[in-house]
């Protein structure tokens, strides 16, 4: 079991708006700490693509964005494309025992 | 632009040690705001955050890991290592390197492409 809470999958068609959540609880997300974001493409490594909540690193495009609020994340895409259909897993500190970072199990977006 | 390569053993044997390198190119290991971490992922599990160390030589490590973790640097080589002892069937899993940052965001901005190990006799 994960620390943080994803949803296994989601779908969208090309064009649409889909969002993906990442639930934790008061030892991480809710205490404060930033959230990630990384998108895994098939047979790749992760790839950083929110930090800090809600920025974009260089090179990421704008129909990615993200947000926080209380003991929960989320993270949009807009405007879908077939290229974005990936793994994607949320990220944060837990302050429990000696801290350590938590991921999410990750969402499988599929582009129908 | 930094690059991470892993390397080691594919094939580990129960009750064995897990030994893993990471090779850095395009950045110091020793210099620089930077931790280096190891991360694994088993099939049709997400990811596991296993430990890091800062340029230092200073480590931290996932608690439900750290009696069996230990992570070690090579300056020389620019090399960093994990070691993973015991292991179980559970432990197999794809092993990636990453880069840490240590500054106003801690993320992991540069992984390595990882690295399959299987744990079976």
């Known amino acids: 079991q994960s620390v943080l809470t994803q949803p296994p999958s989601v779908s969208g068609a090309p064009g649409q708006r889909v969002t993906f959540s990442c639930t934790g609880s008061s030892s991480n997300i809710g205490a404060g700490f930033d959230v990630h974001w990384y998108q895994q493409l098939p047979g790749t490594a992760p790839k950083l693509l929110i930090y800090a909540n809600n920025n974009r690193p260089s090179g990421v495009p704008e129909r990615f964005s993200g947000s926080k609020s209380g003991t929960s994340a989320s993270l949009a895409i807009t405007g879908l494309q077939a290229e974005d259909e990936a793994d994607y897993y949320c990220q944060s500190y837990d302050s429990r025992l000696s801290g350590f970072w938590v991921f999410g199990g990750g969402t499988k977006l599929t582009v129908l | 632009q930094v690059q991470l390569q892993e390397s080691g053993p594919g094939l580990v044997k129960p009750s064995q040690t897990l030994s893993l390198t990471c090779t850095v190119s395009?950045?110091?290991?020793?210099?620089?705001?930077?931790?280096w971490s190891w991360i694994r992922q088993s099939a049709g599990k997400g990811l596991e955050w296993i430990g890091r160390i800062y340029t230092s030589g200073s480590t931290n490590y996932n608690p439900s890991l750290k009696s069996r973790v230990t992570i070690s640097g090579d300056t020389s080589k620019n090399q960093f290592s994990l070691k993973l002892s015991s292991v179980t069937a559970a432990d197999t899993a794809v092993y990636y390197c990453?880069?840490?940052?240590?500054?106003?965001?801690?993320?992991?901005?540069?992984w390595g492409q990882g690295t399959l190990v299987s744990v079976s006799s």
């Open positions: 990453a880069r840490q940052t240590n500054g106003d965001y801690v993320v992991l901005d540069y």
């Open positions: 395009g950045g110091s290991i020793s210099s620089g705001n930077y931790y």
